[in-house]
């Protein structure tokens, strides 16, 4: 049985940003959820390989934005074009902590929820009234 080649994180980012690429002409459309899968796996392959990388942070913000209730079928072509920029201009480059934290927030400046599992605060509730 041949042994399985183990892709290298380089391989899987540029894989990311080809189907961020050609995810784009098909938005709105049934074949965007091929490019969407692949896009998928491929993220989840490079969290598993390379969890500790900081462009793998900004890489599973995105992801949680299109996976969480298949959300990435509400996000149009110019969004995964900001996002295909955004991770190129990131590619090659040592990120800082704060880098990371910039560059998910550029996502969200994209218009992607990269918080979606956020709990929401009742406004109306009184957090001080336990203490009478």
């Not at 098909?26 to 500790?52: E, F, H, K, W």
Request: with cysteine; charged share 20%; hydrophobic share 40%.
């Amino acid at each position: 049985m041949p042994e399985l080649k183990q892709r290298t994180w380089i391989e899987l980012a540029n894989q990311i940003l080809l189907d961020l690429h050609k995810i784009q002409p098909y938005c709105g459309t049934p074949i965007a959820a091929v490019y969407a899968d692949n896009l998928l796996r491929t993220m989840r392959t490079l969290r598993d390989q390379s969890p500790y990388r900081p462009l793998t942070e900004v890489v599973m913000a995105l992801y949680d934005a299109l996976a969480f209730q298949n959300r990435w079928i509400d996000y149009n072509a110019s969004q995964y074009k900001g996002a295909h920029s955004l991770l190129t201009t990131f590619l090659h480059s040592q990120l800082s902590k704060k880098d990371v934290e910039l560059a998910i927030l550029a996502l969200e400046d994209l218009g992607f929820d990269t918080l979606p599992f956020g709990v929401e605060f009742n406004a109306g509730i009184n957090l001080d009234g336990d203490e009478d």
